[in-house]
Structure formats: structure tokens, C-alpha cells
């Protein structure tokens, strides 16, 4: 069995965003989920878009359901690609950047996901929340 993604450690990642964020000076809006696509941990920033909560949610659930990046499932969800259409499936998947799996050893113990600024600075920020994963599950 996979181990599985504690609170403590998707409060860890989503410190992690919020502080990037800030650095960034980008409002954003940020969503920690377990490998079922569950939501954990979630945060809205003062002055991030409230259209992009849903899609920040969203983009975590991509991507620790397909266990892949959001921008790699929009490139595999081309015109002539092999996952063409996915995106109306499973309640509506999100295909361009700001969704990352989060990684333990080999297994995908959850994802995050980011909404409110460019494609750019939402990979960005997702990016410095996953790097934040503890190696091991903490417990508090």
C-alpha cells in the first residue's frame, strides 16, 4: 500500500506556495489533495481571482489522478494526441500548467495545485510547494 499524504505534510507544501507567492508578489490561490484527488489543504490569498479557486482545486485532482503534470496531460490532450477529450471527463480535468503530483520514493502520494496568475508563475509556485514535500510523513 502507498503511503499516504498527511495534513502535516500538505500544510508543509502549501506554506511552501503561499511564501513563493508572496516572493512573486502574485495573489494565489492553492490546493494540496491526497492521491484519491481529496482535498487536504487549500488557501486563498488576499486579492487572488475567486474564478480561479475551483481551477486551482481542479488542477491538484488532474494531477494526482493521471499522476502526471497538468501541462504534460495539455500536451497529451492535443488535436491527434493520444488523450484528446479527457478534459470533459471525470467532472472536468484541467489541461495547462499549475497541477504537479507530489512525489514520496516512487509513489504519487497527492498533488498541488495552482490558480490566479500566469500559466508561468502558477507552475512557479506549484513547483516550490511540491520541492517542499517532506521525504517522510511528519505527524504533529
Known sequence: ??????????????????AKAEEIKQPMNVAVVDDGGHLLAFARQDGAILASVDIAIRKA?????????????????????????IEVTNGGLV????????VRGRDV???IGVSAGSVEQDTTVAEAGAEALPKRTTRR
Do not use: E, H, N, S
Open 1 to 18: 500500500m502507498a503511503p499516504r499524504l498527511a495534513l502535516a505534510d500538505a500544510q508543509q507544501v502549501l506554506d511552501a506556495a503561499l
Open 61 to 85: 485532482r488532474t494531477a494526482a489522478l493521471l499522476k502526471m503534470t497538468t501541462a504534460d496531460v495539455g500536451a497529451a490532450a492535443a488535436p491527434g494526441a493520444p488523450l484528446y477529450g
Open 95 to 102: 489541461i495547462f500548467g499549475g497541477g504537479i503530483p507530489l
Open 109 to 111: 502520494v497527492g498533488a
